[in-house]
């Protein structure tokens, strides 16, 4: 019982402006949305939308141009250290060179053909990130036409498309080298092979924002035409909202607006009633 006695309660009571001339009255205040974005006007809005829409997809160009640049870079370098067992000669080999050895292999194709295959998918890599940085290089210059729809869905199945292929190269290139240093020779993976890696992840990096950037801004333009209906909302967040149609509204506008003719024509008639009574004493 003590502490129940002791027990104090605080209510707290937020100052809202009074109404003028009544100082009992305070008027309730509504929450409002300060942030600058809500003056903003919708076609400005939308620009500023549009815009980080173009930087994000600038970013993902960035991205896969680095990645191909690298590539062009350690492609002619060498990607693997051999070193024959017998004598402790260091071999080098590329995806493009060879060590002219006959324990290396030789620019003649022999099968199981891993090195061929390599080949293949690098340059497939290659081509399909070259056709998005186009598509993405085409989309800056001034619009002669409509631009490229769903062109961030195009840059990001194209990205996922050369790592893919860019994955491929970098595994059968791995194979390629295990068939060939099977009791003879031992293999070590230089830097440049490493970095291949990294240019893999960037592409898939930068599909994954593209295709996040297509889904987070695919919304309809802002049309001025089309009409918009106010919805009507308890002022307090509480309570049921009832929801009349316009053709609903007219008919009952129109059922109160007629008990009112009625009533002005009961009056009227009674009006000239009394007066013929008046008239006749």
């Known amino acids: 019982m003590e502490r129940r006695e002791h027990l104090v309660l605080t209510f707290y009571s937020p100052e809202v402006?009074?109404?003028?001339?009544?100082?009992?009255?305070?008027?309730?205040?509504?929450?409002?949305?300060?942030?600058?974005?809500?003056?903003?006007?919708?076609?400005?809005?939308?620009?500023h939308v549009d815009q980080t829409?173009?930087?994000?997809?600038?970013?993902?160009?960035?991205?896969?141009?680095?990645?191909?640049?690298?590539?062009?870079?350690?492609?002619?370098?060498?990607?693997?250290?051999?070193?024959?067992i017998k004598n402790g000669l260091e071999l080098y080999a590329g995806l493009w060179i060879s060590c002219h050895h006959e324990l290396c292999w030789s620019h003649?194709?022999?099968?199981?053909?891993?090195?061929q295959y390599s080949r293949a998918f690098f340059l497939i890599s290659v081509l399909t990130i070259l056709i998005g940085l186009g598509w993405l290089l085409s989309s800056c210059l001034p619009r002669r036409g409509s631009m490229t729809t769903n062109l961030d869905l195009k840059v990001s199945m194209l990205s996922f498309i050369s790592a893919i292929c860019l994955l491929f190269c970098l595994i059968l290139f791995l194979a390629?080298?295990?068939?060939?240093?099977?009791?003879?020779?031992?293999?070590?993976?230089?830097?440049?092979?490493?970095?291949?890696?990294?240019?893999?992840?960037?592409?898939?990096?930068s599909g994954i924002i593209s295709f996040l950037n297509y889904i987070t801004f695919r919304s309809p333009p802002l049309d001025q035409n089309v009409t918009v209906i106010p919805t009507e909302r308890s002022r307090l967040g509480i309570g049921p909202v009832t929801t009349v149609s316009p053709a609903e509204d007219e008919e009952s506008r129109s059922g109160m607006e007629s008990p009112s003719d009625g009533e002005e024509k009961l009056s009227n008639a009674e009006l000239?009633?009394?007066?013929?009574s008046n008239a006749e004493m």
């Open 17 to 47: 402006p009074k109404l003028k001339g009544n100082r009992k009255y305070q008027r309730p205040t509504l929450p409002t949305n300060k942030h600058p974005s809500a003056s903003m006007p919708p076609q400005r809005r939308q620009q």
């Open 53 to 84: 829409h173009t930087y994000i997809r600038m970013f993902c160009g960035s991205l896969c141009g680095f990645s191909l640049l690298m590539l062009i870079c350690v492609s002619p370098l060498n990607w693997v250290q051999f070193l024959v």
């Open 108 to 115: 003649t194709p022999k099968p199981p053909y891993y090195l």
């Open 176 to 205: 390629q080298v295990h068939w060939h240093t099977r009791d003879a020779m031992e293999s070590d993976l230089l830097w440049a092979y490493y970095l291949n890696w990294w240019s893999d992840f960037l592409y898939m990096f």
């Open 272 to 276: 000239s009633n009394t007066e013929l």
